[in-house]
């Protein structure tokens, strides 16, 4: 139960992290197929920016202080567990915390981290593919593409390639799994980990990034407190995110069309 909730405060993190992107959207002026909008939208849009972050149900970003303190709360919590195994403790909430903790190695740029926490939690849970799938995308993003072959080959032990088409990207084809994995791709490349070379691969940040806020955003209307006029800015920023986003990505679609960018080596 630890590493759920845990894991639950970091996807909040992640979320919140991204709020400060949100001021460039501020400024953003739409096209007209997105009409209507008024000349106060603008301002209205920046408040909804600013108090986006207290909007996340006060979540702090995942950096610098809180990155610290949210791992080592994890690592009392996963120390805890281990001493508890011999027992008949929790190995699945033990398996939980070191995804948790080595989402936050990438997120702190330490990818070496990471992989040794994937190879215990693979170690320690022999039929849980996630560990594996994670690792794999993980190698991929920070250039390790022989031990990716290794992770993906182990992950295709457990989860076999369906009606003997080519293999799916480990993890691609589990929704549970694929949320991890973009999950990852976007905490690695926070803490510099995935330097995002490819059209590819910042079209899925974008819109991972922007699915992150967008939840925030339903979260934080879900708040009976807010005013009519809160509720019209934090829609119309909803509006403007989507929009934005779209722009970009089928921008990033059109330089690979154009411009005949190689394939990513990162298969998120």
């Known amino acids: 139960m630890a590493g759920r909730v845990l894991l639950r405060a970091t996807a ?6 991204g709020a400060g992107a ?16 008024i000349p106060s939208v603008r301002t209205m849009l920046l408040e909804s920016a600013q108090g986006l972050q207290a909007a996340l149900l006060g979540t702090q ?38 995804l948790l903790l ?4 990438a997120r702190d740029g330490r990818p070496a981290d990471a992989l040794r926490l994937y190879e215990e939690a693979a170690r320690d849970a022999p039929f849980d593919p996630r560990p594996r799938a994670l690792a794999h995308h993980l ?6 593409h022989d031990e990716s072959v290794r992770w993906s080959v182990a992950y295709h032990r457990l989860v076999p390639e369906i009606g003997g088409a080519a293999l799916v990207p480990p993890g691609l084809e589990n929704d549970e799994t694929l949320q ?15 330097e995002l070379g490819h059209p590819a691969d910042r079209a899925v940040v974008m819109r991972v990034g922007c699915g992150a806020v967008d939840q925030g955003l339903l979260a934080a209307l879900q708040d009976e407190s807010l005013s ?29 069309a154009n411009g005949g960018a190689e394939p990513s080596p990162v298969s998120w």
């Open 61 to 98: 970003p995942l950096s610098g202080a809180h990155l610290r303190d949210v791992s080592a709360r994890a690592e009392r919590d996963l120390a805890r567990l281990d001493g508890t195994l011999a027992e008949g403790g929790d190995p699945a909430a033990a398996t939980d915390l070191r």
């Open 228 to 256: 009519a006029a809160e509720r019209i800015r934090l829609r119309a920023l909803r509006v403007y995110l989507h929009a934005k986003v779209r722009l970009l990505i089928d921008k990033e679609a059109q330089d690979m």
């Open 12 to 17: 909040l993190g992640l979320a919140a992290a």
């Open 139 to 144: 190698c991929l993003a920070d250039g390790r």
């Open 180 to 194: 991890l994995v973009r999950e990852l791709l976007v905490a690695a490349t926070l803490g510099g980990v995935c």
């Open 22 to 37: 949100l001021h460039a959207v501020s400024e953003w002026t739409p096209p007209r197929d997105h009409s209507p909008f």
């Open 102 to 105: 080595a989402l936050l190695a």
